[in-house]
């Protein structure tokens, strides 16, 4: 199976700060259709998680622009440009290109 | 308004059965990929089955774990997703989650608890 392995695995963020997760898989992650399935997760706390990017970087609908997400190959980063209170959670990397589709193992955010 | 609604979870035996269910509305199930994915605090998110929709013809795939024990199907007419879990081990103790690729969020899950 792939790994996605996150780090950090905690990350404690000032109010208005950036952030920044990174996610690397143990094989490449594109499929033959020339797609990279990578995608990023929020869970809040008590809630079921939501996907936020898709693709690599493609932004879910209604999800804040201050969420982008990047990377290739191997490497990939979902950054905040500024944390708001709402962000605590954790976040989760998934690739889908592979079979079985595997997650990380989750990033907590917290704030500072 | 887009809707996933999980039920089936429960309290049972190792050894015993259930059968999950999931009942969506909102988007085009018959079409829809659709997925149980669990969550444990111990193995955190995890992949269980998926079952490909109408143009891919329906077939399923399983992880490991899963493979054998689970049997993933869905009612297009019902626009209704199950899973069914024989064999169960406390192992199997989590979360349940329906899922699809074409919405991005998730049912509020159905617990499963395996214990003697």
């Known amino acids: 199976d792939v790994v996605m392995t996150q780090s950090p695995l905690s990350l404690p963020v000032t109010l208005g700060q950036p952030a920044s997760i990174s996610c690397r898989s143990s094989?490449?992650?594109?499929?033959?259709?020339?797609?990279?399935?990578l995608n990023w997760f929020q869970q809040r706390p008590g809630q079921s998680p939501r996907r936020l990017i898709y693709?690599?970087?493609s932004r879910d609908s209604g999800v804040p622009d201050r969420f982008s997400g990047s990377g290739s190959g191997l490497d990939f980063t979902l950054k905040i440009s500024r944390v708001e209170a709402e962000d605590v959670g954790v976040y989760y990397c998934?690739?889908?290109?592979?079979?079985?589709?595997?997650f990380g193992q989750g990033t907590k955010l917290e704030i500072k | 308004e887009v809707q996933l609604v999980e039920s089936g979870g429960g309290f049972v035996k190792p050894g015993g059965s259930l059968r999950l269910s999931c009942v969506t509305s909102?988007?085009?199930?018959?079409?829809?990929?659709m997925n149980w994915v669990r969550q444990t605090p111990g193995k955190g998110l995890e992949w269980v089955a998926r079952?490909?929709?109408?143009?891919?013809?329906?077939?399923?795939d399983y992880t490991a774990p899963a493979k054998g024990r689970f049997t993933i199907s869905r009612d297009d007419s019902r626009n209704t997703l199950y899973l069914q879990m024989n064999s169960l081990k406390t192992e199997d103790t989590a979360i349940y989650y329906c899922?699809?690729?074409?919405?991005?969020?998730w049912g509020r899950g159905t617990l499963v608890t395996v214990s003697s």
């Open positions: 899922t699809t690729d074409d919405i991005p969020t």
């Open positions: 909102g988007f085009d199930f018959t079409y829809a990929w």
């Open positions: 079952i490909k929709g109408k143009a891919g013809g329906g077939t399923s």
């Open positions: 094989q490449g992650l594109v499929f033959t259709d020339g797609n990279t399935y």
């Open positions: 693709k690599v970087s």
């Open positions: 998934m690739q889908g290109t592979h079979w079985p589709r595997t």
